[in-house]
């Protein structure tokens, strides 16, 4: 470990010198360092003003995404240890930005530059029990300096592919040596586990399944937000669009228009920028079709008008007002979360480009989605779902089952998290 860590330290100082010497001329790398600037200092007031015999955990997270599947977990944590202080890093400006004054944390920070003195630093000032890294952006120095400090290590929600990037051979001793720092590995699936005992010889990785399912079940509990919204949907039949792209847009567009008389649509765009938005009403009105904005909705809204969700934070919550929902991406790099239809039992349709996301397979291979290739195959999918109510529900059934059958994941990472916490829990 000491030699591969000692080799992998050279380069990361290698390149952070690099970046802050190049970091005027590219602004991303200039912001990178810029919002790091006085972190310790920041951290070190943050954490003073803390008790001491209260558990501490650690949630690393490289982005939004990586965090909303550490929430149910630490949900299930708090049931049984609700005075544990959550220490929470973000490596990416979005994951912290959106995330910075999130409730299930007591502190939310940037992850320092993966230094031995950063990590030495980081570790001491926080003084964690318990490590989670959701997934994957594994450093490790500072895994090394937690580890040496006594905190429990645990890597949740973790997924190895069959071609992977940590195997690869001028790599993989290091990542055997990173993955051995972990007590515990709980891997999405079966294969997972496999993979990681034959590629690293890691023999703690658990099955435990994915905490995502349990964190769009939470929030399909919860509609609130749209409960305006639902109002005027009452007994018909919506089509929502969520996370589209233009190439997506090009496919609903005129699948609406043939099937309007039957169907309703409400768009909700992966990027909701102004011009984004405008140049979306512009293809709207150029193709005939009326449109309204969310942020501009009046109490005499037809819902005859493509509803356009024009901000970000309710698209999981709106699917619970759809009787059909189209995931968007799935005409680019990958199609965005078709759970978070699914969980309301309702038919899901992405495009072609999905094989990046497991659960995007299981959907279409059980008949729970459709995946559709062009726009012939779009309207011949919305007509038949339309048209026959009861292939509708059958499919809706098939994809809320999915969900269903795959929830508890987070209450098995948990019970793991408390064990080391179970004595300072007084």
Known sequence: ????????TVIV??????????SPAFPKVRLFFSVRKNLFADLEKKTGSLPDNRPRIWVHASSAGEFEQSRPVLAEVRKACPDALVFLSFFSDSGYNLYRNCSDATIVFYHPVDSPRNARKTVSLIGPDVVMVMRYDFWPNHLHAAKKQGAALILAAAV?????????????????SVFSLFDFIFTVSDNDRKRFAETFGIQNAITAGDPRFDQV??????????????????????????S???????????AYLSLSDALEMILAPHDVSTSNIVRLEKELDSAGIASARLSALSDNFS?????IIDHIGLLAELYSIASIAYVGGGF???????????????????????????????????????????NASLLETLRNLVDHPEAQQEQGRIA???????????????????????GLNG
């Open 1 to 8: 470990m000491a030699s591969y860590r000692k080799l992998y």
């Open 13 to 22: 100082a290698f390149l952070s010198a690099l970046l802050k010497l190049i």
């Open 160 to 176: 190895l592919r069959q071609k992977n990037r940590y195997s690869k051979p001028l790599i993989r001793e290091l990542y055997r």
């Open 217 to 242: 079940k939470a929030r399909s509990v919860d509609t609130g937000k749209i409960d305006r919204l639902a109002g005027f949907y009452k007994n018909r039949t919506v089509l929502i669009g969520g």
């Open 244 to 254: 589209t792209w233009e190439k997506d847009e090009n496919l609903l567009l005129p």
């Open 303 to 307: 819902a005859k008008r493509v509803l």
């Open 332 to 374: 680019g790099i990958n199609v965005h979360n078709t759970l978070e239809p699914a969980v309301y039992g309702i038919p899901v349709l992405f495009g072609p480009r999905h094989h990046n996301s497991p659960e995007a397979i299981e959907l279409a291979s059980i008949g729970g989605a459709t995946v559709v290739d062009d």
């Open 400 to 422: 809320g089952k999915y969900v269903q059958s795959r929830l508890g994941a987070s209450a098995k990472i948990a019970r793991t998290i408390l064990k080391p916490l179970g």
